[in-house]
T-cell receptor, first 114, second 113 residues
């Protein structure tokens, strides 16, 4: 039972263009969502998060959008840079206090071409 | 400040053996979580420890166990290893008081032959 899904295993974009990574979830109890980036041979690093009381959160080139009615979130990277090439995981958390338990999607490999 | 440290980084075991992995969280962090990453399954939650108590547990068999010490350092143990246990085991720490980001270590790569 995959509660968090990233249906696109890979995405390729040109440098300078927008990258849009998508994530769907099924559990309406999730109230906090995060995006992590992972390079090979490294642990995931936190990128950006959003609480379910918001529908948008920005941090520099990164913006996360949340559509609760559709149970969908997306990560926009503008402009994309070659250094953004990595695997991106979305993750969800529910019930305040269960902070160490995240449900991850299977990841999307982003390739940004120079 | 120092990040999350996991040891060993790489190890090879044979079926039936057991393995212990160690994790030192960021100083001041009281929550330590463990995740298994495999190519087909992504990152799957194993368990979380907070103040030496298991606070959450994922859907893994009892062969997977863990503990946390008074200094917040944590260990996880896998007994009777199976080929399917080959994976990257990631440890993450946080303050544990409210929803927020987890800080991950670089992982321990386990290969079971």
């Amino acid at each position: 039972d995959q509660q968090v899904k990233q249906n696109s295993p890979s995405l390729s974009v040109q440098e300078g263009r927008i990258s849009i990574l998508n994530c769907d979830y099924t559990n309406s109890m999730f109230d906090y969502f995060l995006w992590y980036k992972k390079y090979p041979a490294e642990g995931p690093t936190f990128l950006i998060s959003i609480s379910s009381i918001k529908d948008k959160n920005e941090d520099g080139r990164f913006t996360v959008f949340l559509n609760k009615s559709a149970k969908h979130l997306s990560l926009h990277i503008v402009p994309s840079q070659p250094g953004d090439s990595a695997v991106y995981f979305c993750a969800a958390s529910g019930i305040s206090g269960n902070t160490g338990k995240l449900i991850f999607g299977q990841g999307t490999t982003l390739q940004v071409k120079p | 400040k120092a990040g999350v440290t996991q040891t060993p980084r790489y190890l090879i075991k044979t079926r039936g053996q057991q393995v212990t992995l160690s994790c030192s969280p960021i100083s001041g962090h009281r929550s330590v979580s463990w995740y298994q990453q495999t190519p087909g399954q992504g990152l799957q939650f194993l368990f979380e420890y907070f103040s030496e108590t298991q606070r959450n547990k994922g859907n893994f068999p009892g062969r997977f166990s863990g503990r946390q010490f008074s200094n917040s350092r944590s260990e996880m143990n896998v007994s009777t290893l199976e080929l399917g246990d080959s994976a990257l085991y990631l440890c993450a720490s946080s303050f544990g008081a409210e929803a927020g980001e987890l800080f991950f270590g670089e992982g321990s790569r386990l290969t079971v032959l």
